[in-house]
T-cell receptor
Framework: GAVVSQHPSRVICKSGTSVKIECRSL??????MFWYRQFPKQSLMLMAT?????????EQGVEKDKFLINHASLTLSTLTVTSAHPEDSSFYIC????????????FGSGTRLTVV | RKEVEQDPGPFNVPEGATVAFNCTYS??????FFWYRQDCRKEPKLLMS???SGNEDGRFTAQLNRASQYISLLIRDSKLSDSATYLC??????????FGRGTSLIVHP
C-alpha cells in the first residue's frame, strides 16, 4: 500500500519549453505532497510543500513563478517547470506523508529532467 | 551547522562485515527520525523508522540518542545487495522532513 505514481520518469526538453510532472497517490489520500530536487551526489533538497486546495509553500530560493505547483485533489499534485533552462536539469521527486506508519514518507519514482 | 549531517563516505566493507553510520541533527525539537535507502538513480525507500528505545529489523538496528542528538544505523552481516546510499531523515514537526546528504556504502566480495 501507500504508492505514489510519478510520471514521466524521464524527459528531455528544449530550453524555453515547459514540462509538467505528475504525482498521484494510488491507494491513499495525500493531503500534503513534498517536491524535491536532487543533483548528482547531493541530498534531496526540498523545493516546496503543496497542500490540497491551497497554495504551495516554497522554500527560500525557489522561484514560485518558475516552478508551478498545483494540488487540486487529494490524489494528484503536479509540478510544472516553466521556461526550462539547462541548469534546471535534475532529478525531481515527490513524496507524501503516510499516516499510521510512524509518519514515514513514500516517494514517487522520480523524474529525470534534461534540458538541452 | 547543517540541520542534518552525515558522513558521505563511501564506506567500503567486505561481505559479512558489520558497519555503522551516524547522523547528527541540530534541532533539539526534532520529533521523528528515519533511515531511508536510495539506490543509484532511484527514489529513496523507507528502511526503518527510529524509535527512542531503539529498534531492530533483521540485520538492521537503529538507535536514537536524544541527549547527543544523533541517530545510528548498524548493519550486520553485510550483503552485496546492501550497497546503496543511506539517508538519514529528521522530522522537526509540521511533518516536513529534512534529509541528510546520505552515506554511501559499498559492500565488496
Amino acid at each position: 500500500g501507500a504508492v505514489v505514481s510519478q510520471h514521466p520518469s524521464r524527459v528531455i526538453c528544449k530550453s524555453g519549453t515547459s514540462v509538467k510532472i505528475e504525482c498521484r497517490s494510488l491507494d491513499f489520500q495525500a493531503t500534503t505532497m513534498f517536491w524535491y530536487r536532487q543533483f548528482p551526489k547531493q541530498s534531496l533538497m526540498l523545493m516546496a510543500t503543496s497542500n490540497e486546495g491551497s497554495k504551495a509553500t516554497y522554500e527560500q530560493g525557489v522561484e514560485k513563478d518558475k516552478f508551478l505547483i498545483n494540488h487540486a485533489s487529494l490524489t494528484l499534485s503536479t509540478l510544472t517547470v516553466t521556461s526550462a533552462h539547462p541548469e534546471d536539469s535534475s532529478f525531481y521527486i515527490c513524496s507524501a506523508r503516510v499516516e499510521g506508519r510512524g509518519y514515514g514518507y513514500t516517494f514517487g519514482s522520480g523524474t529525470r529532467l534534461t534540458v538541452v | 551547522r547543517k540541520e542534518v549531517e552525515q558522513d558521505p563516505g563511501p564506506f567500503n566493507v567486505p561481505e559479512g562485515a558489520t558497519v555503522a553510520f551516524n547522523c547528527t541533527y541540530s534541532n533539539s525539537a526534532s520529533q521523528s527520525f528515519f533511515w531511508y535507502r536510495q539506490d543509484c538513480r532511484k527514489e529513496p525507500k523507507l528502511l526503518m523508522s527510529v524509535y527512542s528505545s531503539g529498534n531492530e529489523d533483521g540485520r538492521f538496528t537503529a538507535q536514537l540518542n536524544r541527549a547527543s542528538q544523533y541517530i545510528s544505523l548498524l548493519i550486520r552481516d553485510s550483503k552485496l545487495s546492501d550497497s546503496a546510499t543511506y539517508l538519514c531523515v529528521v522530522n522537526k514537526g509540521s511533518y516536513i522532513p529534512t534529509f541528510g546528504r546520505g552515506t554511501s556504502l559499498i559492500v565488496h566480495p
